[in-house]
Every structure is written in structure tokens, then in C-alpha cells.
């Protein structure tokens, strides 16, 4: 097992947008990978750059036609109306932009990289993965490809299994479900908001008989995270007993976040990180969601930190704390900013009681055989 952890990025994050009103038109990977390396947490004998998936390692899962209208769309700016019906491209969320093929093949590449490194065993971290809701034809939830579901598959494809895949955003993984819908090698397991976008994943939902869902109600606070994760997710997985683990590490649930409903701090992430690292001897954590430049890049680096063995500090670095400081994001929340967001890498703690609507949730899902 290699001695220590690695960090996957790539500059094409750094000036790549959206669109100047997308919610990802904010700057995330870069910025997580700049604080990391502002708090002298990145030796560059740690770091990985992405590689650029090909065509071919795409259509593992992706349709080629639509690996090819991707690409296509990218080169012309622009799409023809049946493709973007077909396909959902330049519409709901999912919008043409000078890199919408590249950034998002090169994501599938650090997935692909990140199973490469992980074959004898290790940990990885790749922020920019976590596409968890694209579909093998068509984009979906701001998600051109689903680099989850090809990071599975690579690790099924040599010979590694059973594996198991947790999902901590604030929205349902419906497209890595959908992907392994009743295949008994893979465990998905997904906390997520009830009834927020796409609106799927009840606790009833087995996705086949080898998914379990954990539908939470909004204001989630951390003693309640803390309490799914001890009472179901870290059981779960423990009894499964994966040879492979990869975690979805969405930031979208944090109280600071506009996507959601929920109130988590950046702790209650890392504490189910540290939780679900010793379970299996090869673990990939990804990223996901999170429309907060400040504390996306907080909570990922906070994530690094924790694989990496880093005490958080309790003030940042003179440096780490100017380079937050030089962040801007277009969004009533960030106009004024709170001190905070630039001084510190842990949110305030939230807990609170464990409402009796999350016990249920838990009760059912552990429940079902």
C-alpha cells in the first residue's frame, strides 16, 4: 500500500465556467487545490495531474454518439435542436461553454487515474470527480458524463469486487444507481435532502435490491448526520466488507450552501470521511456539489487534510487566508461574506437534537433485508 495519500487536480478548473450565471461559475477545484497547497498540505511527490479520458474509456458507459455530440458541440459552440433534445445539451443546467467536453472528459480521466493508483490499495482524492447524475446519453443535473459510474466499472473491470459507493451530497446519486440497478457487486448508499432535485431515492428505494437510500429532512444538523452515519452508512459498509470504496464528497449540504436546505458544517463531512476511511483497503473520494466557492474550498481541503493526517488549524495561515480573500462570487451570500469564510477551515459546530423523522429513515433502511 503506498505511504501516502494522493491529490488529483488539473489547471483546466481554474478558468473554466459555466456561463457568468451558471451556479458552477464559481471557482472550486482550483481553489481547493490552491489552499492545500497555501497550508503546505500538497508536496508535489502527492499530486497527480488529470489525464484526458479518451473516447474510448467513455464509452465504457457513455453512448459514442453522444460522446460524439459532446465533442462536437464543444468544437462548434453550438448544437442542433434534435441533438439537444436527444441528448439535453445547452438546456436545463447543462449549457454549451468553450470546455464542455474537455473539463468534464478530463474529471472521467482523474477517476480513471485515481482507480489506476488505487489497485494495490491506498487512498486518493480527486475533488473535481463526483458527476454523480450523468446519464449514458444525455447530461443531467449540471453532469455531462458520470465519472462514479466509470471509476466503478474500471475497478469491476479488473477484477476488484465487491465495492461499495457512498454518496454524502445534498442530492440523490440516481445516476450511479441507475447504473448499477441490481447488480449484487455494488453497495450504493446515498444521504441525501428529501424531496430536493431529482427527487428520487426514498428510503423504500432498493435500486434492485443492493441500494440504500437515506432520505433526511431539511435543517440536517451534525449530531443527526453524525447519527446516520454510526447507526447505518458505517454499518452497512463494514458488513459488506468492500475491496473497493468510493465516496462521493458533495459540499452542497453545507449550512452556507444555496443548493440546499440542510445546515451541516464542514465537520460533519470530514468526521464521515474518517469514519468510512478505515473500512476498506482502497478508497477514491470525489467531489460533487457545492455553489459556495468558500466553502467548497474549505471543506475539500479539510477532506485532503484528514486523509492526509493534518491537524486543522484553528486560524489559517497569513497566506491561505489572502488567497481566500482574493475569491469573488457573483451571489447575495457572497456580497458580504463573513469573516469566517477567510480566517478559518472549520465551519461553527452544529449540532442539535436527532429529530425522530431521521431515526425513522434509519429504522426502515436498516430494516429491509
Given at each position: 500500500?503506498?505511504?501516502?495519500?494522493?491529490?488529483?487536480?488539473h489547471?483546466?478548473?481554474?478558468n473554466?465556467r459555466?456561463?457568468?450565471?451558471?451556479p458552477?461559475?464559481?471557482p472550486?477545484v482550483?481553489?481547493?487545490?490552491?489552499?492545500?497547497?497555501?497550508?503546505?498540505w500538497?508536496?508535489?511527490?502527492q499530486?497527480?495531474?488529470s489525464p484526458?479520458?479518451?473516447?474510448?474509456?467513455?464509452?465504457r458507459f457513455?453512448?459514442?454518439?453522444?460522446?460524439a455530440?459532446?465533442?462536437a458541440?464543444?468544437?462548434a459552440?453550438?448544437?442542433?435542436?434534435v441533438?439537444?433534445?436527444?441528448?439535453?445539451?445547452?438546456?436545463n443546467?447543462?449549457?454549451?461553454?468553450?470546455?464542455?467536453?474537455r473539463?468534464?472528459?478530463?474529471?472521467?480521466?482523474?477517476?480513471?487515474?485515481?482507480?489506476d493508483?488505487?489497485?494495490?490499495?491506498?487512498?486518493?482524492?480527486h475533488?473535481?470527480?463526483g458527476t454523480?447524475?450523468g446519464?449514458?446519453?444525455?447530461?443531467?443535473?449540471?453532469?455531462?458524463f458520470?465519472?462514479?459510474?466509470?471509476g466503478?466499472?474500471?475497478?469491476?473491470?479488473?477484477g476488484?469486487?465487491?465495492?461499495?459507493?457512498v454518496?454524502l451530497?445534498?442530492?440523490?446519486?440516481?445516476?450511479?444507481?441507475?447504473?448499477?440497478?441490481g447488480?449484487?457487486?455494488?453497495l450504493v448508499?446515498?444521504?441525501?435532502?428529501?424531496?430536493?432535485?431529482?427527487?428520487?431515492g426514498?428510503?423504500?428505494?432498493?435500486?434492485?435490491?443492493?441500494?440504500?437510500n437515506?432520505p433526511?429532512?431539511?435543517?440536517?444538523?451534525?449530531?443527526?448526520?453524525?447519527?446516520?452515519?454510526?447507526?447505518?452508512?458505517?454499518?452497512l459498509?463494514?458488513?459488506?466488507?468492500?475491496?473497493?470504496?468510493?465516496?462521493q464528497?458533495?459540499?452542497?449540504?453545507?449550512?452556507d450552501?444555496?443548493?440546499?436546505?440542510?445546515?451541516?458544517s464542514?465537520?460533519?463531512?470530514?468526521?464521515?470521511?474518517s469514519?468510512?476511511?478505515?473500512?476498506?483497503?482502497?478508497?477514491?473520494?470525489?467531489?460533487?456539489?457545492?455553489?459556495?466557492?468558500?466553502?467548497?474550498?474549505?471543506?475539500?481541503?479539510?477532506i485532503?487534510?484528514?486523509?492526509?493526517g493534518?491537524?486543522?488549524?484553528?486560524?489559517l495561515?497569513?497566506?491561505?487566508?489572502?488567497?481566500?480573500r482574493?475569491?469573488?462570487?457573483?451571489?447575495?451570500?457572497?456580497?458580504?461574506?463573513?469573516?469566517?469564510?477567510?480566517?478559518?477551515l472549520?465551519?461553527?459546530?452544529?449540532?442539535?437534537?436527532?429529530?425522530?423523522?431521521?431515526?425513522?429513515?434509519?429504522?426502515?433502511?436498516m430494516?429491509?433485508?
Open positions: 500500500m503506498p505511504d501516502a495519500p494522493l491529490f488529483i487536480a489547471e483546466i478548473y481554474r473554466s459555466y456561463g457568468t450565471t451558471h458552477l461559475s464559481i472550486r482550483s481553489a481547493c487545490m490552491d489552499l492545500v497547497r497555501a497550508l503546505g500538497l508536496p508535489e511527490s499530486f497527480v495531474e484526458q479520458a479518451s473516447p474510448e474509456a467513455l464509452a457513455h453512448d459514442p454518439a453522444y460522446v455530440a459532446l465533442h458541440a464543444e468544437v459552440q453550438a448544437v442542433p435542436e441533438l439537444r433534445e436527444r441528448h439535453n445539451i445547452g438546456v443546467g447543462n449549457p454549451i461553454y468553450p470546455e464542455m467536453y473539463r468534464p472528459a478530463t474529471a472521467c480521466g482523474g477517476t480513471l487515474k485515481a482507480v493508483l488505487v489497485l494495490g490499495g491506498g487512498v486518493v482524492h475533488p473535481a470527480g454523480h447524475h446519464r449514458p446519453d444525455r447530461a443531467n443535473g449540471f453532469c455531462y458520470n465519472d462514479p459510474v466509470l466503478l466499472l474500471a475497478l469491476l473491470d479488473a476488484i469486487a465487491p465495492l461499495a459507493y454518496d451530497d445534498a442530492h440523490h446519486g440516481d445516476g450511479v444507481q441507475d447504473a448499477f440497478h447488480d449484487p457487486r455494488v448508499i446515498s444521504i441525501h435532502e428529501r424531496d430536493r432535485w431529482p427527487r428520487t426514498p428510503e423504500t428505494d432498493r435500486g434492485g435490491g443492493w441500494a440504500r437515506l433526511m429532512p431539511t435543517e440536517l444538523n451534525d449530531s443527526e448526520h453524525a447519527w446516520v452515519m454510526d447507526n447505518a452508512v458505517l454499518a459498509v463494514s458488513a459488506w466488507k468492500p475491496e473497493a470504496l468510493v465516496v464528497c458533495g459540499a452542497d449540504g453545507l449550512a450552501d444555496p443548493q440546499s436546505r440542510m445546515e451541516l464542514n465537520g460533519a463531512l470530514w468526521r464521515a470521511v469514519g468510512l476511511l478505515p473500512l476498506a483497503p482502497r478508497v477514491i473520494l470525489l467531489g460533487g456539489g457545492g455553489y459556495n466557492p468558500w466553502s467548497v474550498a474549505r471543506c475539500w481541503a479539510g485532503w487534510g484528514t486523509v492526509a493534518q491537524a486543522i488549524p484553528s486560524r495561515p497569513a497566506e491561505a487566508e489572502s488567497l481566500l482574493t475569491v469573488h462570487w457573483n451571489h447575495r451570500r457572497g456580497r458580504t461574506p463573513p469573516e469566517h469564510w477567510f480566517t478559518t472549520a465551519d461553527p459546530p452544529n449540532p442539535g437534537p436527532v429529530r425522530a423523522d431521521v431515526k425513522r429513515v434509519v429504522e426502515t433502511v430494516g429491509i433485508g
